[in-house]
């Protein structure tokens, strides 16, 4: 890759073409338990900018610039009341729409106040997490509808992880799915697990044959290999526009939703904001009992108030992760989590991309990336919107999964019969061309 598209790639800041383009559609950016109605500002860094973020008593959510329109003080120290936010320094208050609505420190500052108005996002709240709009259009695109977002919210479960290093190559270890078999299960013959389990098809062959299919979203993957003898084993993941992701961790037809989303903090620190409605189940062996260092869990350090101080995983680079070479498991780090974290975290703050050798199991991160640099650019030179406009009810039949077909079957006519089945009337996804069986780039 040529350095100038790894910048454009990685560079999110206000003003850059990936921040623009990432700022057309809604994203996650909180918890909404991370803000008490009436309780204490909290600091929130998204795409390099910084905002406070707050709740009044009838609980608005206000999410705006952190510098007070009058010099510049910054509203986390501001004073929750009365449905807005008051700058401590003189007095200015602010409401969750970043209107000046009160300037006690002027004679005349009912009239000043009205003239003034700080950047807000819009803010809508699904799933115990509070999504941002923070593009420049009027009336933001339709909100997302993802599957997980359709789900009873008291049952589903919302995490946020700091992972300190560049969105990109955080999300690209979501749609690389050949790592599985040696990052997190790396030496563990197939034969550990339940025959015929996903497990024990993915171990016995490590080397899986690729089909990848553009959509109108994004992008998803077919990575298949031999199942059972008169059977394939095909594994469907899914990369959503602009930052999300969706793996493969359970079957197709389980019934469990789950949502990965890539949220910027700045360029060296990225937000992993999950929403998970059922189980994903364990990595378990052919008794039952977790494979060693095949946990799901990582233990955070407590929060602090700073604009990097929330969510920070207390296996970190500053310990190797909790490394010890002698655990009977790959990496000596256990937790699957936590294994991303450290191998994406290894390549540095921002991957030097013009110094890597892509091979055809890394042919859905090559489409992706590349679909990335087509729609920033086609926003910035020509002002198209891409996939931005997109209805919003396609997206609740985008799933990720396994499944085993017979030998033979096309995948996708499979996978669009369970599309049609999730949101009758939403029309297959069609090959562009020929299928297009991996190759390297
Ligand atoms: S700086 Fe905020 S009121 Fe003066
Ligand atoms: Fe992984």
Redesign the pocket.
């Known amino acids: 890759m040529h350095a100038i598209d790894n910048e454009l790639l990685t560079r999110t800041g206000p003003g850059t073409p990936m921040g623009t383009y990432m700022r057309q559609f809604w994203f996650p950016a909180m918890l909404s338990s991370e803000l008490e109605a009436g309780g204490a500002p909290v600091r929130l860094q998204v795409l390099g900018e910084r905002w406070v973020a707050f709740r009044t008593e009838s609980g608005a959510v206000g999410v705006v610039d952190h510098l007070?329109?009058?010099?510049?003080?910054s509203l986390f120290f501001g004073r929750n009341e009365e449905e807005g936010i008051r700058?401590v320094?003189?007095?200015?208050k602010y409401d969750v729409t970043g209107q000046c609505v009160d300037i006690p420190?002027e004679p005349d500052g009912r009239a000043f106040a009205k003239r003034l108005k700080l950047a807000a996002a819009r803010v809508h709240e699904v799933g115990g997490l509070v999504w941002l709009y923070l593009g420049d259009e009027e009336t933001p695109p339709p909100f997302p509808q993802f599957d997980v977002n359709q789900r009873p919210a008291e049952e589903c479960v919302a995490s946020i992880t700091l992972r300190e290093c560049n969105w990109l190559q955080a999300l690209e270890g979501d749609i690389d799915t050949c790592h599985v078999g040696f990052l997190h299960l790396g030496g563990i013959p197939a034969d550990t697990f339940p025959k015929g389990s996903i497990n024990y098809y993915r171990q016995l062959d490590l080397a899986p044959r690729y089909e990848v299919v553009e959509t109108d979203y994004g992008a998803l993957y077919d990575a298949y290999r031999q199942g059972s003898p008169t059977e394939t084993y095909h594994r469907i993941g899914q990369f959503i526009l602009p930052f999300y992701a969706m793996t493969p961790p359970f079957q197709l037809d389980s019934g469990a939703a789950h949502l990965r989303a890539w949220v910027p903090a700045d360029d060296h620190h990225v937000w992993l904001i999950e929403l998970r409605h059922g189980d994903v189940p364990l990595t378990r062996d052919a008794d039952g009992k977790p494979m060693p260092g095949g946990t799901i869990g990582w233990d955070y350090l407590p929060n602090t108030s700073d604009w990097l101080g929330r969510w920070r995983v207390k296996q970190n680079a500053a310990n190797d992760y909790g490394m010890d070479r002698s655990r009977a498991n790959y990496t000596g780090i256990d937790g699957i989590p936590l294994q991303d974290q450290a191998i994406t975290e290894s390549m540095g703050p921002i991957q030097d991309r013009t110094r890597e050798h892509l091979g055809s199991s890394d042919r859905m991160i090559a489409i992706c990336r590349r679909r990335l640099l087509r729609e920033a650019r086609a926003l910035a030179d020509d002002g198209a919107k891409g996939a931005s406009a997109l209805s919003p009810e396609r997206f609740s039949a985008i799933r990720s999964g396994n499944m085993l077909r017979p030998e033979g079957a096309d995948w996708l006519e499979a996978y669009n019969a369970y599309r049609e089945e999730w949101s009758p009337g939403i029309g297959p996804i069609e090959r562009a061309g020929k299928p297009v069986i991996a190759g390297v780039e």
């Open positions: 007070c329109a009058h010099r510049c003080a700058c320094y003189h007095g200015w420190s």
